[in-house]
Nanobody
Framework: HVQLVESGGGSVQAGRSLRLSCTVS????????MGWYRQAPEKEREAVAS???????NYANSVKGRFTISQDNAKNTVYLQMASLKPEDTAVYYC???????????????????WGQGTQVTVS
């Protein structure tokens, strides 16, 4: 049974930082590509960042230079370090996973078969 559990969300003031975590179980983390998505009210879910099993990363233009994705294979955990947060970063943030051999574009939500329940980030 695959489980992705996000944590670390909360309410912060603009300009501050937060770190989101996503711990994976029931899944071969070492052979997986991971992604972070977000969805603001009345908006579509959008890709934020991804990290492949070879550590290649991708970022949405809106977060480049402010967010950093990383992973700790020993802890089966992927992180999203968010700095210089803006009100427009307010959203529910979701962790997503796929086996590396699954084909797909990192920025398309349909690429990922496994999702977490989401964690709220509010920036004021």
């Amino acid at each position: 049974h695959v489980q992705l559990v996000e944590s670390g969300g909360g309410s912060v003031q603009a300009g501050r930082s937060l770190r989101l975590s996503c711990t994976v179980s029931g899944f071969s983390f070492d052979d997986s590509d991971m992604g972070w998505y977000r969805q603001a009210p009345e908006k579509e879910r959008e890709a934020v960042a991804s990290i492949a099993s070879d550590r290649e990363t991708n970022y949405a233009n809106s977060v480049k230079g402010r967010f950093t994705i990383s992973q700790d294979n020993a802890k089966n955990t992927v992180y999203l370090q968010m700095a210089s947060l803006k009100p427009e970063d307010t959203a529910v943030y979701y962790c997503a996973a796929k086996p590396t051999f699954f084909c797909g574009v990192w920025s398309r939500a349909g690429t990922y078969p496994y999702w977490g329940q989401g964690t709220q980030v509010t920036v004021s």
